[in-house]
């Protein structure tokens, strides 16, 4: 403590008052000239940033100038030589018109001469057609002088021919006519067979056309059916619900519908079979309605079964009622009305009888209108056509017979009535309006897609086809081509001859249409070939 106290009472009082004093100036020193000197160093590199900017830039720019030079350069000596391009192309223009101008020149020379030379000729033919009309008049009096000879000579000879004849210048006059009106009948009946040839294919040719038009403008869908439906189940255990305690609902299904039930191991699913549209289409909505309902037993499934009946009918009635007002005829009776919406439900080789009744209606009035036929019976002939085919299976007969027999019950013109029993041939047609319900009938039946059949009904009416060719005398080989559309069969030259031919088609034709049922039309081609053979040795 005493050392201390000891140094700081040796140090000056001076010192320790100037130290501080100049401490303190040193910091302003710096505080004053140290950010000037800073900054003087920031404005000199700001300085030399920008002159090497300023030196960069005037190196590019002198870059860019010597560069605009070049193309500037390249650019003039590019229209120079454009130039001098279009220079010789306009020579050689001038050059080649001066060419064409002088042989147009040399042309129009050889023309000038070519003409002068022509009028020589030409005063030279004047002076000769004088010479020729004084010659020909001499020759008109000669000509003149023998004709006076020549009618004297006529007037002789004919009183000559007369006398040796026996007979007057008149009677000889008819008999040249009647030799002339024998001569005239024979080239007038083959005029008329020529006619009558033209007529036919314009016929055919005319028929092709509205036939053709007649399907364009009519478009009805096809529906494709077939005897069975399937009801989806929401699981297997609703199978056994519906077979019932030893088979009770079963049995109560399938005797209220007369439909038959088929549960087999298809999961979820219950096929109902039948060959009757309209009880297969109760069947499949009384049990859809039962699943929904859960109260499954034969009590509850025969009330679900005539309410769903009594609904049906309610729905028949009204597809009737639509077919009625699509097809645009009015008038018909209740029944037929209800005859009508059950055609909905009835198929016919797969093609929905309905939409078939409809398209033949359509069909059948728009060919009509072509031919100036009435439209109006047209489409109600087309509409009721089948109409047998909704009871068939319920009335003996063929559809063709009930449908008339229905129709004239419930007072139908005999008009409508003939139609109906024209449509498949079963008697002839005899209006116009039956042909054209006829046509319209194959037409629809005979459409791509229109009607199919299954593949064992398929081979089997291949094979009765071909069978039925077979069993004609002369037939060699038979073969049913185009899905069965046409069969084509191979006789024996030696046995069938060319006109046995046409009888051997029409008989095979008649057979085919007396034993087998089938969609549209066949056509029965007969070929008749004869081979020479020989070898060179």
Not at 13 to 29: D, H, K, N, Q, T
Not at 485 to 492: A, D, M, Q, S, T
Request: charged share 35%.
């Amino acid at each position: 403590m005493f050392g201390v106290n000891f140094y700081a009472a040796s140090i000056p009082l001076w010192v320790g008052i100037v130290l501080p004093i100049v401490a303190l100036m040193i910091g302003g020193a710096l505080g004053f000239f140290l950010p000037r000197i800073l900054q003087k160093n920031k404005i000199d590199g700001a300085q030399k940033t920008a002159e090497s900017i300023r030196e960069k830039a005037i190196a590019e720019s002198q870059a860019a100038a010597k560069e605009a030079k070049l193309k500037a350069q390249e650019e003039v000596l590019k229209l120079k030589q454009e130039f001098d391009r279009s220079k010789l192309d306009v020579e050689r223009d001038l050059k080649e018109r001066r060419s064409e101008l002088s042989r147009t020149e040399q042309r129009i020379s050889q023309k000038e001469d070519s003409l002068d030379k022509k009028e020589e000729a030409y005063d030279k033919k004047l002076e000769s057609l004088d010479t020729t009309r004084n010659n020909l008049k001499a020759r008109e009096q000669e000509i003149a002088e023998k004709q006076k000879e020549i009618s004297e000579a006529h007037v002789r000879m004919v009183a000559a021919i007369e006398q040796a004849a026996g007979m007057s210048r008149e009677e000889a006059k008819k008999e040249l006519i009647k030799a002339i009106e024998a001569d005239a009948k024979i080239d007038a009946a083959k005029m008329v067979r020529e006619i009558e040839q033209n007529a036919k294919e314009e016929g055919d040719k005319k028929a092709k056309e509205i036939v053709a038009l007649s399907i364009q403008r009519c478009a009805v869908d096809h529906s494709s059916e077939i005897t069975v439906s399937a009801v989806v189940l929401p699981n297997d255990e609703m199978k056994g619900r519906i077979i019932g305690r030893e088979g009770r609902n079963i049995r109560a299904l399938e005797s209220a519908t007369g439909v038959d039930l088929i549960i087999d191991d298809t999961p979820e699913s219950i096929v109902l079979s039948g060959f009757d549209p309209v009880r297969r289409e109760v069947a499949r909505i009384t049990l859809e309605k039962l699943i929904l309902d859960g109260r499954i037993h034969p009590t509850r499934i025969e009330e679900v079964v005539e309410k769903t009946r009594k609904e049906l009918d309610v729905q028949i009635k009204e597809a009737g009622e639509a077919a009625m007002f699509e097809a645009g005829v009015f008038g018909l009776n209740a029944e037929i009305v209800k005859l009508l919406g059950r055609l909905k439900y009835r198929t016919s080789y797969g093609q929905n009888v309905l939409k078939h009744s409809l398209e033949v209606s359509h069909l059948a009035g728009l060919m009509a209108s072509e031919l100036g036929a009435d439209v109006k019976l047209c489409k109600r002939g087309g509409l009721l056509h089948d109409l047998g085919k909704a009871i068939d299976h319920e009335v003996e007969g063929t559809h063709v017979s009930i449908g008339a027999d229905f129709a004239r019950k419930f007072k139908e013109r005999e008009e409508v009535v003939h139609c109906i029993m024209a449509h498949h041939g079963d008697v002839e047609a005899k209006t116009l309006e039956a042909i054209l319900v006829q046509t319209a009938d194959a037409i629809s039946g005979a459409k791509p897609g229109a009607r199919r059949e299954s593949l064992e009904n398929y081979v089997k009416r291949l094979e009765r086809l071909e069978g039925i060719a077979n069993g004609f005398a002369g037939v060699e080989k038979s073969y049913a081509i185009q899905a069965g559309r046409e069969v084509r069969i191979i006789v024996k030259p030696e046995i069938v001859n060319e006109a046995a031919m046409v009888f051997l088609a029409k008989d095979i034709a008649k057979q085919i249409e007396k034993d087998m049922e089938y969609p549209g039309q066949i056509k029965v081609h007969v070929i008749r070939e004869t081979r020479s053979v020989d070898y060179a040795k």
